[in-house]
């Protein structure tokens, strides 16, 4: 067992207890990081709901009333669980979640003008969007208290499998090892081994990559579609005091807060099969080809109409990616 825990031998005595092989890829990520440690858990979703619970049941904290995340999936576990379970406190001992850009254009917050945080005894980043292009030091010198930073496996990373990953300091991660086999949320080691070391060697490449293909996909979509507002990278990193982070992501809509046009549901059934080098509709970023979503009052493909389009530019080469741009040039008044 002490070879398995140290990441040397990668059989498995008890799959959601050791795992030679979730050592490996926890240690592997904590290098990418820069960072004491991490661990990795079934999702991104799983990671939060661990956390929250180490830090409720071991450490009798609460969540803080002051709401600096906004993505629905975080909202609806708050509300619907852990607000139930673990009832505001008025003791200062508080948990604080950011997310430093959400997933809506124009939602962002700057890390640097927080300005409560020596009142918050943990801080919880979820970092999904930038991955670890913010290096751990960059994080733990705005923390005050204890530090989490998670995000989600297939996003930048591999799209091999799904998981969540935490980083952190050894002796807070080490009590969420033992919350996280309590609850059976332990990365299996089946996933594990799917997770290679080219995966870690190719990372900052493509990430470098994906950026790259955001501007010029922006660049391009501005210079076609002036009346639209093209949100990059850049201005996503520099709104949340990041300015050397990087992702694939590119928002678009109309200045004026207008639904977008319905003609854009047409338009997302034509372009899921790739044709004429027009980005597939499709969750999710970070990965090899692009892929384009519609999004209304911070939900998936609602029926009420679009807000904004999130468009998570791939690896392909960057004529292509003009041509993905060329093609909104028919979206939603030019026939």
Known sequence: MEQQSLGNRFGSIWDTYECGERTRLENELANLYKAPDSL?????????????????????????????YG???????IES???K????????????????????????????NLTDLDETNALIIDNSLFSSSVPWPEWRKRARGKLFVIESLPKYLTHKVSGGVIIGEKDLLESLRQTARKIGVLLSRQASEK???EDFKTHNRRLERLKDNADVFANKLRDIR????????????????????????????YPNDQQLDREFSDWAKNTSRLLDNRPMVRAGYG???????????NQLNTSKGQK???????????DIIEQMAVHLRRYPNDK
Not at 88 to 98: A, C, S, T
Not at 287 to 297: E, H, S, V
């Open 40 to 68: 990795v858990v079934s999702s991104g979703m799983a990671a939060i709901t661990c956390v929250l619970l180490d830090l409720m049941t071991n450490h009798n904290l609460y969540l803080s009333d002051e709401k600096t």
């Open 71 to 77: 993505y629905f999936e975080i909202n609806n576990l």
């Open 81 to 83: 669980v852990f607000n």
């Open 85 to 112: 379970l673990f009832p505001m406190n008025p003791v200062n001992k508080k948990i604080k979640i950011i997310e430093p850009i959400v997933n809506e254009p124009g939602m962002t917050i700057n890390l640097n």
């Open 195 to 197: 997770i290679l070391n």
């Open 226 to 253: 002036p009346d639209l507002v093209v949100q990059t990278p850049h201005d996503l990193a520099a709104g949340a005091g990041l300015i050397r982070a990087k992702s694939s992501l590119v928002f678009v809509y």
């Open 287 to 297: 990965w090899n080809k692009t892929y384009g979503r519609a999004y209304g009052n």
């Open 308 to 318: 904004y389009l999130r468009f998570s530019i791939g690896l392909e080469n960057k």
